[in-house]
């Protein structure tokens, strides 16, 4: 059984550019969960989903970030136009519902960096 | 709104030191407390959970309490080995009856152990 699996690993993109990471949820996980960690800063929540479905968006940057999970196929976290201050590593989380009592697997995670 | 403190920030032993990593939380209302691994580069790594109702877990060489009333889980490593360095986190879920925060992980900054044979 797979974990919560992410990808690309690293990206790395120049200014102006559109970034995409994609997170597929561990099986039979339908609510993801996406954080990303700044340099030198702890994780921060930025958007809840579940399937076809945005249920907290309140840790998204306003512009330029969007989310969605579709009901088929991977979670994708988009990114338009990034700048250097996007360079981090964005982490997402997955489970089977809103109420999930064992804690938190966590993927890889996908390492942005703007040039 | 909830606050997250590590302390320290840094830790650097010998090989075989006992050691104890803190952490804080400002808002008591939590669900549950869980201490993460994370290698540098690397993803998060689940090492314990404790639930609000319990006061410690145990896996192994790690033990990890929590007091709720006072805002406080420490993260205890026995017998610390090379291998065991890391940075650790430690992230609360808040005790809410809105679904939409369950997943709403508030996390503290970290702390960066070295151990050194």
């Known amino acids: 059984n797979a974990g919560v699996m992410q990808n690309p690993r690293h990206l790395v993109r120049r200014r102006g550019q559109e970034a995409r990471l994609r997170c597929s949820p561990m099986?039979?996980?339908?609510?993801v969960y996406w954080y990303r960690q700044l340099p030198e800063e702890g994780l921060k929540f930025m958007v809840y989903l579940q399937k076809e479905n945005i249920i907290d968006e309140s840790g998204m940057p306003k512009e330029r970030f969007s989310a969605e999970f579709p009901k088929e196929g991977p979670s994708i976290l988009r990114i338009q136009q990034v700048v250097r201050g996007d360079s981090a590593a964005y982490f997402c989380?997955?489970?089977?519902?809103?109420?999930?009592?064992?804690?938190?697997?966590f993927g890889s995670g996908t390492r942005l960096t703007v040039v | 709104k909830q606050e997250v403190t590590q302390i320290p920030a840094a830790l650097s032993v010998p090989e075989g030191e006992n050691l104890v990593l803190n952490c804080s939380f400002t808002?008591?209302?939590?669900?549950?407390l869980q201490w993460f691994r994370q290698d540098p580069g690397k993803g998060l790594t689940s090492l314990l959970l404790?639930?609000?109702?319990?006061r410690e877990q145990t896996s192994g060489r790690l033990n990890a309490s929590l007091d709720k009333s006072s805002g406080r889980s420490t993260l205890y490593i026995a017998a610390s080995q090379p291998g065991d360095s890391a940075t650790y986190l430690c992230a609360v879920r808040p005790s809410s009856f809105r679904s939409t925060s369950y997943g709403k992980l508030t996390f503290g900054q970290g702390t960066i152990l070295t151990v050194h044979p």
């Open positions: 808002d008591s209302a939590i669900y549950n």
């Open positions: 989380a997955s489970s089977p519902g809103p109420d999930w009592d064992y804690g938190y697997t």
């Open positions: 099986k039979g996980h339908s609510h």
């Open positions: 404790i639930q609000s109702s319990q």
